[in-house]
Each structure stands twice: as C-alpha cells, then as structure tokens.
C-alpha cells in the first residue's frame, strides 16, 4: 500500500483499511494507563514536595524545580486529554476522575474542554469550520481583504511572543474560567466546579507555602507548561506540507494523516509530551491511548513512511503566518508584500 501524500497525487488508505490496521491499539491497558498516572502525577506531587524542603535554602533551587514541574504539566495534560477521549482507561468512571484530577493541575474544566476538543477533531484541516479549538490562520485573501485595524491585530496575535507566552497564560488563566456561549449544561457546570476547586487547592497550597512562593512555584509551573503546550499545538498544525481543504473538498483521512505531523522528538521530550508528536496517528484515531501511539505508527508502512517534522525542522513553522489557498501552502507575511491591502482603517 503506498505512502499515503494527497500532495503527491498517491493514494490514501480507506476508512476500511486504516480502521483495521489500527484497531489492536485502540484497546486500553489498565497497567500502563495506571503506571504514567503513578509517574506523572505522583512525579508532580513529589516535585511540590520537593519545592516546599528546597525554600528555606534556595529560591533558584526551588524555581529550577518549577520549571521541571511545569514541563510534567504538559505530560499530565497529555493523559487529561486521553480521558476527555476515553481513550486512557476502558472504564468511563476511571476516565472522568482521572481527567477532573488531571484537569484541576492543568487549571481546564474536563467536560467543557472535552466538547470544544471534540470540535477540533471533526473539522481540523477544514477551511471553512475553523475556529474553535484551533490556532487563529487566515487566508491570505482574507488578511489583504482585512482592515488595518484586523491585520495589526493578527500580526499581535501571530507574533511568538503573544502566541506561545502571553496567549496560553490568558487562555488557561482566564479563558477557560468562563463557558463559552454553546456550552450545554454538563459543561458549563464543569467550568464552576473546576473554578471552586482550583480556588480550594490554591488556598491550600497558600496555608502551606505562603502567597509569595505559590505564585513563584505555580506561576513558573504554568508559564512552562502552557507555553510548552501551545507549542506543540502549533507544530502540530503549521508546517510544511500541512493539509487545509475546504468544507466540499475536504477528507478526514486526509486531514489526520497530511494535517497533523509526526513531530518526531527526543525521547525524552517526548516522555514529556506524552507521545503527542505521534499526532497523525492520534487525529486518525483519537481511541488510541497516548502510550499505544508509538506502537500504532511502527506497525504499518503507511505511518512509516510520513515524513516526521524534526525537533530543529519545527521551528521552521514559526515563519508561517497566512495559508495560500491558490499555491496551497503555508507562507509568511514577506511572502505577501506586493499584493494591495484594503486601506481603510475601521
């Protein structure tokens, strides 16, 4: 079976054949969902534990293992987004606990975000129904088409600093403290129990640490951890060869294997990420557990043979800016530079 590259005109696997290559690792394991919430989120525990003796001889010490918390955040998201999935653990009960859990570290409401995400899974790579839980991409007509008022405020956006700092401390800070207006009921009330309890463990910690080093150790913990977890986002979705179609023209298959890169990490960042980089495998089939990704790309040539996006290649992805719907790519602003933009400032 080829190599599936819309791009290069081959032909993809059908729903049939994927669904069959890749239903073996749909099967949640007890054991090794029960083993990464033992070294996630017991790592994570004894890391606060570790902050609280360090204080009293070093506040560099202390913020060193902040910093290394943070980066477990971004693992213990990975298995918070598993169980939004039902894909950690076969029991539904198991999923929701773990994932409140998981969620209340992570400063997200589990059943809100759930839905949001189930979103993104059904229209990723779909030019038309972009908007929710994606990162902010327009076209280029629609950036030349804009006022300057808009496109100063996309460049803002855009821009590394906003995008991957300032951005996901407002979007995990702020944001998800409040429902979006489509949220039914189950998951706009899982934002206010998520707000009562994040509240309750800071309080806690607070009695515990002092104010002071809370906001030292949580913010530095949540600084790395969401912009670490927006990165990955982004690089799952902006880079070279990335599939975008319209709504007529669009294909799931397509969108999961061409439209989420293999972002082939270090071992041990990817022990951080939980396996995310195995991300066409997991827009694919959003059944397969974190810990199963790897296992579910090796077994097969039409996951092998994807060419993986590099730890050093990805930042190659924070030039692209705007989607060219005639050359069907990813560009920069510089790219665009002599085509006329609308003038008017409102």
Same mark, same amino acid.
């Given at each position: 079976?080829?190599?599936?590259?819309?791009?290069? @005109?081959?032909?993809?696997?059908?729903?049939?054949?994927?669904?069959?290559? *890749?239903?073996?690792? $749909?099967?949640?394991?007890?054991?090794?969902?029960?083993?990464? *919430?033992?070294?996630?989120?017991?790592?994570?525990?004894?890391?606060?534990?570790?902050?609280?003796?360090?204080?009293?001889?070093?506040?560099?010490?202390? =913020?060193?293992?902040?910093?290394?918390?943070?980066?477990?955040?971004?693992?213990?998201?990975?298995?918070? &987004?598993?169980?939004?999935?039902?894909?950690?653990?076969?029991?539904?009960?198991?999923?929701?606990?773990?994932?409140?859990?998981?969620?209340?570290?992570?400063?997200?409401?589990?059943?809100?975000?759930?839905?949001?995400?189930?979103?993104?899974?059904?229209?990723?790579?779909?030019?038309?129904?972009?908007?929710?839980?994606?990162?902010?991409?327009?076209? *280029?007509?629609? +950036?030349?088409?804009?006022?300057?008022?808009?496109?100063? @405020?996309?460049?803002? !956006?855009? #821009?590394?600093?906003?995008?991957?700092?300032?951005?996901?401390?407002?979007?995990?800070?702020?944001?998800?403290?409040?429902?979006?207006?489509?949220?039914?009921?189950?998951?706009? #009330?899982?934002?206010?129990?998520?707000?009562?309890?994040?509240?309750?463990?800071?309080?806690?910690? /607070?009695?515990?640490?002092?104010?002071?080093?809370?906001?030292?150790?949580?913010?530095?913990?949540?600084?790395?951890? $969401?912009?670490?977890?927006?990165?990955?986002?982004?690089?799952?979705?902006?880079?070279?060869? /990335?599939?975008?179609?319209?709504?007529? &023209?669009?294909? +799931?298959?397509?969108?999961?294997?061409?439209?989420?890169?293999? +972002?082939?990490?270090?071992?041990?960042?990817?022990?951080?990420?939980?396996?995310? @980089? !195995? &991300?066409?495998?997991?827009?694919?089939?959003?059944?397969?557990?974190? +810990?199963?990704?790897?296992?579910? &790309?090796?077994?097969?040539?039409? =996951?092998?043979?994807?060419?993986? /996006? $590099?730890?050093?290649?990805?930042?190659?992805?924070? @030039?692209?800016?705007?989607?060219?719907?005639?050359?069907?790519?990813? *560009?920069?602003?510089? %790219?665009?530079?002599?085509?006329?933009?609308?003038? #008017? %400032?409102?």
């Amino acid at each position: 079976m080829p190599v599936p590259s819309a791009s290069a @005109g081959q032909a993809l696997p059908t729903i049939k054949e994927w669904k069959k290559i *890749v239903a073996p690792h $749909t099967k949640p394991s007890a054991a090794r969902a029960t083993w990464q *919430v033992v070294n996630s989120l017991g790592s994570y525990l004894a890391l606060w534990v570790a902050m609280y003796f360090t204080l009293p001889v070093s506040y560099w010490l202390t =913020f060193a293992i902040a910093v290394l918390a943070g980066a477990l955040l971004v693992r213990i998201f990975i298995i918070f &987004h598993d169980c939004g999935h039902g894909s950690f653990y076969k029991s539904r009960k198991l999923n929701h606990t773990i994932g409140f859990i998981s969620g209340l570290l992570t400063f997200t409401p589990y059943f809100h975000w759930r839905w949001e995400h189930s979103i993104h899974h059904s229209a990723s790579g779909d030019l038309d129904r972009r908007g929710t839980g994606d990162v902010w991409t327009m076209t *280029v007509q629609e +950036y030349t088409s804009s006022t300057r008022r808009q496109r100063l @405020g996309y460049r803002l !956006f855009r #821009n590394p600093f906003i995008l991957f700092l300032l951005g996901p401390l407002y979007l995990f800070i702020i944001r998800e403290r409040l429902p979006s207006s489509g949220a039914g009921k189950r998951s706009r #009330n899982s934002v206010w129990w998520m707000n009562l309890a994040i509240l309750s463990l800071a309080a806690l910690l /607070v009695s515990i640490f002092g104010w002071l080093p809370y906001l030292l150790i949580q913010g530095t913990a949540i600084t790395v951890a $969401t912009s670490g977890g927006v990165w990955l986002f982004y690089v799952q979705h902006q880079y070279e060869g /990335v599939y975008w179609e319209r709504e007529e &023209h669009w294909n +799931y298959t397509a969108a999961a294997l061409e439209g989420s890169s293999f +972002y082939k990490l270090p071992k041990v960042l990817q022990w951080f990420s939980g396996n995310i @980089g !195995f &991300h066409h495998i997991h827009h694919l089939s959003s059944r397969i557990p974190n +810990y199963n990704l790897e296992r579910c &790309h090796k077994s097969h040539e039409i =996951f092998t043979g994807i060419e993986p /996006v $590099t730890f050093w290649k990805g930042f190659k992805s924070l @030039g692209y800016r705007l989607w060219d719907e005639k050359e069907g790519k990813l *560009v920069g602003f510089r %790219a665009i530079r002599h085509l006329p933009r609308k003038e #008017n %400032a409102v």
